[in-house]
């Protein structure tokens, strides 16, 4: 039975932000205790509250226990392993304690030299052997995953908040097992900035809430779960039946619970109580121009997608909801406004235009509708206008796209024959096009260092790209071969 999910790194009990009296800057640290409530995973909404809702008005609090299903109604699923092989090649900033940073922080002095920005692909000295089945980071992470195609999970890169999931909190240049999961086969993981899950098979259930150095399970007895994602301080799974569950930071109310868990403590304090155990989103909703609020009713998740503060997900009918931090047009809504259950993105809601797979970047999102179109909103550049509605990417018009990718500001795209990527400077990297190559790009442009390599798929982290290249024939791995390897000195 495929049921587990395990979390290391860290999310904060509660977030407090320190406002200054003049508007100035605001300080974010994880702090003090958490107060005792009980929260419930099904609220009833008040449709007609919200509708007649004054800006600013707090949402309600309410009340919840882990998710608990019975033995003897739990599914009993198996989930498969991703039929991918390939070598994983890597290219973009590997100075992991520096990247998003101004500098590297005092403790982590000791690594301040290490890694270097690789301008093309590079294959891992560590892993010429390893047949990689899926690569796994995040437009918030400078940490990384890989799966064997035997299940076994490998993680490598920043590590102070002990996110590598093995036991401490170095720092590692180059990808190694984690031991601590080595009896499981993994199907699935995700990173957040500071955290990790792991979707894996059998057994009980736990979570932490301070820094877990190593894999425990989160506290969850429900029905399987079968996908899950990382937003930055926030994680999302979904369970067998559809049902979406969420915890972590609420604070753009990214968790969908209709509250950003905000509240006043002391005099210039505002807290955000973060949510430590799953729980499930029960309301969706989709608004009129008029502004007017109706459930949609009978939501079964398929997928679900993360952005730095913002979610999206799609369900079985093709449908596309988003909500969290609205800045930038990220949410599709053509306004900027937070949203706190999950919305409607009326684009995709109409016959023959359904969504088939969505991408959640660090400041915008990405669909592909039923026709195969690739579409986009929210901003990769922020000095250019937001595209605050999806739109379809012009550039990309009778491409076939088979995986998608989003850092910070850079996009990669395997399709057909080809990779594709594209972002503004600055960049380190990541999008690939080589020493002698101009370094960032505005628009689409092939990755010609990745010529005839099959690319199966891309990730990004925050600042670094990941692929996986199908070596099956000799041909493939004669190109692979002719790539520089990545030997990362280390200490």
Known sequence: LVCVCRLTGTMPRKKVTDVSGNGGMKKKRATGKRKDRDFSSDDEFDFEQENNKKPGRPAAKSGLQPVTVADDVKEKIKL?????????????????????RKEVPKQQAAFRNLGQNLWGPHRYGCLNDIQVSCVVS????????????????????????????????????????????????????????????????????????????????ISYNGQPLVKLACGAEFSMVVDCKGNLYSFGCPEYGQLGHNS??????????????????????????????????????????RDVSCGSNHTLVLDSQKRVFSWGFGGYGRLGHTEQKDEMV??????????GRGAAQIYAGYQCS??????????????????????????????????????????KSSIIIAADESTISWGPAPTFGELGYGDSKPKSSTTAQEVKTLDGIYVEQVVMGYAH???????????????????????????
């Open 80 to 100: 498969e392993l991703p039929k991918v092989k390939g070598q994983l090649l890597i290219f973009g900033a590997t100075n992991w304690d520096l990247i998003g």
């Open 138 to 217: 995040g437009p918030c992470a400078a940490h990384s995953l890989l799966m064997t195609t035997e299940g076994r999970l490998w993680s490598w890169g920043r590590n102070d908040k002990g996110q590598l999931g093995h036991g401490d909190t170095k720092r590692l240049e180059a990808p190694k097992v984690i031991e601590g999961l080595a009896d499981q086969v993994i199907v699935s993981a995700a990173c957040g900035r500071n955290h990790t899950l792991a979707l894996t098979g059998g057994c009980g259930w736990f979570y932490q809430t301070d820094a877990v150095l190593s894999p425990a399970p």
């Open 342 to 351: 999950p919305r409607l993105v009326k684009l995709f809601d109409f016959p």
């Open 366 to 407: 990405f669909a592909i509708n039923e026709m195969g179109v690739l579409f986009f909103w929210g901003v990769t550049n922020t000095s250019r206008d937001s595209t605050m509605y999806p739109k379809a990417v012009q550039d990309l018009c009778g491409w076939k796209v088979r995986s998608l990718a989003c850092g």
């Open 465 to 491: 790209s990941l692929v996986i290249a199908r070596q099956d024939a000799q041909q493939e791995q004669e190109k692979l071969k002719k790539l520089p390897e990545y030997n990362p000195r280390t200490i």
């Open 260 to 301: 950003d868990g905000k509240f006043i403590a002391r005099a210039q304090r505002i807290e955000f109580d973060c949510e430590l155990i799953p729980r499930r989103v029960a309301i969706f909703i989709e608004k009129s121009k008029d502004g007017q609020v109706m459930p949609v009713p009978n939501v079964v998740v």
